[in-house]
């Protein structure tokens, strides 16, 4: 029954190469699967709001319910925590919707090059909240190649074509969410320190089901939801599962255990490196959602659609982070000459998130 709480331990007494590959390797398999499963539980079950309620609720219980059993430890619910985890759970909620909401309304390939154009507005607030440098010549033109690739994605997607800069409203919201989550998630994983590994899961899922609740009941989902129960001629949930295929209740609770691995893997990779790198690691390990969803879904872009989001993939992988920006001597006097401390990414990012 200890064996969980050995294995957490031992991965935090792993080198920092090995957290590194092994953050990265996780994040990458649990965020690139997820986006594919979502889409595919949405294709028999089209309510984004309560598929995700139902992802972070059952979080929740494979948490406490671990924790119960004495197989791993959680963290106390502290005030000092809720605050920044409040700010950083609205942009996670907005996020996490929308996102669904781009899966149920479009491709797989639409989000990814959403996805792909986060890097962009990073870049730009490294320098201001990070403490970065500006990014270099290659950086500047590695995301020039990223948008190159998003623009020839659009002009080859069928919803553009069809609808117009309409068809693009939820991966405008869902790029501006994400970016915001990718840089203030770097500040609260450097400012706020848990006791356990479960801590940043479990504050995230505390606090991010009552508002997909409520993005359910603003979009009339439990109204369709009823509507569909009643089609299937199910008077509950018992029911509603004996009626639909094995595969979509096969789907409902892998969605449920993915987005559970993607809660510890993402965050425990945002510990490891840093914002920018982050957000792109997220960008490139879609790669491999992408060459799956060929394989086996129908709704996906033409030729040279997939040529433009490679394209924007490539410019991902040759983007480099920009070092971080040296204090002026004035602020090194105030910090009693404690240079190397201001110039690490620990020292800039260790500020206070919310101030009194």
């Known amino acids: 029954m200890r064996d969980f709480k050995s294995i957490a331990v031992n991965m935090m007494k792993m080198s920092p190469e090995s957290q590194v590959i092994g953050s990265v390797i996780s994040y990458s398999l649990c965020s690139g699967s997820l986006v594919l499963v979502n889409k595919l539980i949405l294709h028999y079950l089209p309510f984004p709001s309560i598929v995700i309620t139902g992802q972070l609720l059952a979080s929740i219980f494979f948490i406490y319910g671990a924790n119960m059993f004495g197989l791993i430890d959680i963290d106390p619910i502290k005030w000092d925590a809720l605050k920044p985890y409040l700010v950083y759970t609205v942009a996670f909620t907005c996020g996490v919707y929308t996102n669904m909401m781009c899966l149920n309304t479009s491709n797989?390939?639409?989000?990814?090059?959403?996805?792909?154009?986060?890097?962009?507005?990073?870049?730009?607030?490294?320098?201001?909240?990070?403490?970065?440098?500006?990014?270099?010549?290659?950086?500047?033109?590695?995301?020039?190649?990223?948008?190159?690739?998003?623009?020839?994605?659009?002009?080859?997607?069928?919803?553009?074509?069809?609808?117009?800069?309409?068809?693009?409203?939820?991966?405008?919201?869902?790029?501006?969410?994400?970016?915001?989550?990718?840089?203030?998630?770097?500040?609260?994983?450097?400012?706020?320190?848990?006791?356990?590994?479960?801590?940043?899961?479990?504050?995230?899922?505390?606090?991010?089901w009552p508002p997909m609740i409520a993005f359910a009941v603003m979009g009339g989902e439990f109204k369709r939801f009823g509507e569909f129960m009643r089609d299937n001629n199910a008077k509950n949930l018992s029911d509603l599962i004996s009626v639909m295929p094995d595969e979509a209740t096969a789907l409902v609770v892998l969605g449920c255990f993915v987005g559970t691995g993607i809660?510890?893997?993402?965050?425990?990779?945002?510990?490891?490196?840093?914002?920018?790198?982050?957000?792109?690691?997220?960008?490139?390990?879609?790669?491999?959602?992408?060459?799956?969803?060929?394989?086996i879904w129908d709704q996906h872009a033409p030729p040279l659609g997939i040529a433009s989001l490679f394209l924007c993939i490539i410019g991902g992988s040759f983007y480099r982070q920009a070092p971080m920006r040296a204090k002026k001597s004035d602020d090194i006097a105030d910090t009693g000459g404690d240079l190397k401390m201001k110039e690490t990414e620990e020292g800039i990012l260790k500020e206070p998130l919310i101030k009194n």
């Open 263 to 295: 809660g510890y893997s993402g965050w425990w990779c945002r510990n490891q490196v840093s914002a920018t790198s982050f957000t792109l690691i997220g960008v490139i390990n879609k790669c491999l959602t992408v060459m799956v969803n060929l394989m």
């Open 108 to 208: 797989i390939e639409t989000v990814i090059v959403a996805r792909a154009l986060s890097p962009l507005i990073v870049c730009a607030l490294d320098p201001i909240f990070l403490g970065r440098e500006l990014p270099s010549r290659r950086s500047i033109a590695a995301l020039s190649l990223i948008a190159a690739g998003a623009l020839g994605y659009a002009i080859t997607d069928e919803a553009f074509i069809a609808q117009g800069i309409s068809a693009y409203v939820y991966p405008f919201f869902y790029l501006i969410m994400i970016t915001f989550e990718m840089v203030y998630g770097k500040k609260i994983v450097m400012g706020v320190k848990f006791e356990t590994v479960s801590g940043p899961v479990q504050y995230t899922n505390l606090l991010g």
